[in-house]
């Protein structure tokens, strides 16, 4: 492997979905400023087409849809990126469709497919490709990466499925993406007993990728899960086997073809994600951060050793989130209010959230409770509710369906707007907050990743409402019916079926088939990914694990990474100066798949700083953090990023 002046420096990018596509671009942006001493040859490694990957490959149904909206959507920074490296601006998915003039049905508003965000991906890839330095060449491999192995401060080799030999490169990057898993345990049984019995069960998978052709036509099948892998599940079940959507007497009306089975739909919250918001602030966009601002809190914990996360940190979320709906509200809707902001926001800010000092301000400034902000119930709308059976469970269903429905299309709910701009204002500046430090690792665990990101993604991560339009549709026609909160699904060894129900109900179903609705769940220790795997086990990598001084311990399951530079940390917590990761497979991720034009995504930052310091060992600079970095330094704040 020794390289003569003329050789070029290698760079391999295993993953050329939009993460690896995301880090070449800034690559070939950053290659002037530091530029190698030889010319530079960069290899993606994919199995799957460069741009869109896996997950957005063109060969998918057209009923899978994006979720978020085409004018939300770019590959390109913009001069709102804060980075180190050039900036190179290019078209978001909506203007490229209306530049590319091949698809009139999107427009900046519009849920594209995911095919036409395909092409869109595939676009940005060859877009770059083409306006490539001339001392850069990029190739593409169409294989499957399978080991990775190197010393520190030599040259690494990549085994790629097809080939004998392996590729030689100066540094090699991570773009995995989502990954998946052997079965769990609890899988393996809920399998085991399918097979047993005759029956139909389907773990945790992409949706593009799941086989749903076993379940048959009438047959009661359990979805566990309410969120995004559902929607699609219900998508390809219904209208991709033939049923139809019609507009009759202007509601929305679904015609079975025969072929679909009877779904039962479950969750912990019983509800499915609050559908996105198509209208926009009324009234100014409130100040924020006001009350949650994470250099104000760093500053004010400073003397802590210990935080709580109900305690020390909700209260100043929640009431961040008030301050965001009560603005719109005041200053939106001042006919609904009994004081001006400014002497209401006065009052506000003095009192704790959800003191009776507080209450009592809301109560005499809001005369009409329906304009108060109830984060329990918003959380947990079916909580202290008991039906006496499944058609009446259904009614109110659909009727709480409905009434979500009209709060994300009448600005007249435009302070739901406000509370949703302030959540994604307390998730940033949670991501940032170094103070979660002092938290305990059993609350990281299930109140930061767990109940606040849970509620977080239910309120701002929905589906377009054109699919909660469809949920009550299908309801209606009588092919999708809602089980009620905190489901369980039980295997009835004595009747041969899954077993079904809630606590929103004493009545139950017999199902012949399970739909685990939900996406993988990443966990290095049982991933399906030879690469990794191999790491691991060699320990040349380990997971993200958070511990307790009472025992307790977690394992995110994710691969541990420098979250200053996105090095890979072996198990002792080196970080290796010629590796590098980032993705959803990683402790360093962050909400959204794609940035948003003009919002200093995170994720443009993220790659400028991978890519640039990939770079700089190419010039032959000694990383900043070194082999011999202690992982106390080097993996700090590693729990929130997590």
């Known amino acids: 492997m020794n390289q003569t002046e003329t050789d070029p420096l ?42 869109g990957g896996r997950v957005w490959r063109a060969e998918q149904s057209s009923l899978m849809w994006m979720n978020a909206m085409a004018g939300n959507v ?30 009139w049905e999107v427009l900046g508003v519009s849920f594209a497919s995911r095919q036409v965000q395909s092409r869109y991906l595939s676009w940005v890839f060859d877009h770059l490709v083409a306006e490539c330095p001339s001392n850069v060449t990029v190739i593409v491999h169409a294989t499957t990466a399978t080991r990775l192995a190197g010393e520190p401060h030599s040259r690494q080799r990549v085994w790629l499925a097809d080939q004998a030999e392996p590729l030689v490169a100066d540094v090699v990057i991570l773009a995995l993406g989502h990954q998946e898993a052997e079965l769990s345990e609890e ?43 559902f929607v699609d599940v219900m998508a390809l079940l219904t ?20 072929r679909e089975p009877v779904l039962y739909v479950g969750s912990r919250r019983g509800v499915p994600y609050l559908p996105k918001i198509s209208y926009r602030l009324c009234g100014a966009p409130a100040p924020l951060p006001r009350f949650f601002d994470a250099a104000t809190l760093d500053e004010r914990f400073a003397g802590r050793t210990r935080l709580d996360f109900r305690t020390d940190l909700w209260p100043l979320m929640a009431k961040e989130i008030g301050w965001g709906f009560y603005h719109e509200l005041f200053t939106a809707h001042p006919n609904r209010v009994m004081a001006r902001w400014g002497e209401f926001a006065a009052e506000y800010a003095a009192h704790d959230w959800d003191s009776p000092e507080l209450r009592e301000l809301i109560e005499e400034a809001v005369p009409e409770t329906a304009d108060r902000l109830d984060l329990p119930a918003l959380d947990r709308p ?27 299309r009448e600005f007249t709910h435009s302070p739901d707007l406000g509370a949703h701009h302030a959540m994604l204002s307390v998730n940033r500046q949670l991501r940032q907050l170094r103070a979660t430090e002092k938290l305990s690792a059993r609350s990281m665990v299930e109140d930061v990743h767990g109940w606040w990101q849970g509620f977080f993604e239910y309120y701002c991560s929905g589906p377009p409402a054109q699919r909660s339009r469809q949920l009550v549709a299908l309801s209606q026609a009588g092919i999708l019916r809602f089980l009620g909160a905190d489901m369980w699904v039980v295997a009835d060894e004595e009747r041969g079926v899954f077993r079904a129900g809630s606590a929103s109900t004493p009545a139950t179903i017999e199902a012949t088939a399970l739909v685990e609705a939900r996406l993988p769940r990443a966990d290095l ?6 690469l990794l795997r191999g790491l691991y086990e060699r320990g ?6 958070l511990t307790d001084e009472d025992g307790f311990q977690h394992s995110s399951g994710l691969l541990l990474v420098s979250t200053t530079d996105f090095r890979v940390l072996d198990r002792d917590g080196r970080p290796h100066p010629r590796r590098f990761a980032i993705g959803p497979f990683t402790n360093v991720r962050h909400f959204a798949t794609f940035a948003t034009p003009r919002s200093n995504a995170v994720s443009f930052r993220q790659n400028d700083i991978l890519a640039r310091s990939a770079l700089r060992v190419l010039a032959g600079d000694r990383p900043r953090n070194g082999f011999e970095l202690s992982v106390e330094k080097d993996t700090l704040h590693k729990g929130l990023m997590s």
């Open 10 to 51: 290698v760079v391999v990018i295993v993953g050329a979905g939009p993460r690896g596509t995301g880090i070449l671009e800034r690559l070939l942006a950053n290659v002037g400023e530091i530029p190698p001493p030889r010319p530079l040859r960069i290899e993606l490694v994919d199995p799957y087409p460069p741009g």
């Open 187 to 229: 899988d393996r049984r809920m399998a085991g007993f399918a097979a047993r019995r005759g029956l139909r069960y389907l773990p945790n998978a992409y949706t593009a990728d799941a086989d749903l052709s076993g379940f048959r036509p009438g047959e009661t099948v359990v979805l566990r899960g309410f969120g995004a892998a």
């Open 540 to 545: 040349e990598a380990t997971d993200d694990v």
């Open 382 to 408: 079916l909580k202290g509710l008991r039906f006496n059976g499944f058609d009446e469970l259904q009614d109110h269903l659909r009727g709480h369906i409905a009434g979500d429905l009209r709060r994300r």
């Open 74 to 103: 770019t590959m390109f920074p913009d001069e709102t990126v804060q980075c180190d490296g050039p900036i190179r601006p290019g078209p978001s998915l909506s203007e490229w469709v209306a530049a590319d003039g091949k698809h």
């Open 239 to 258: 209208e991709g086997r033939g049923g139809e959507y019609r507009v009759e007497q202007g509601r929305l009306r679904y015609l079975p073809c025969g």
């Open 525 to 530: 220790s049982r991933t399906t990914d030879p």
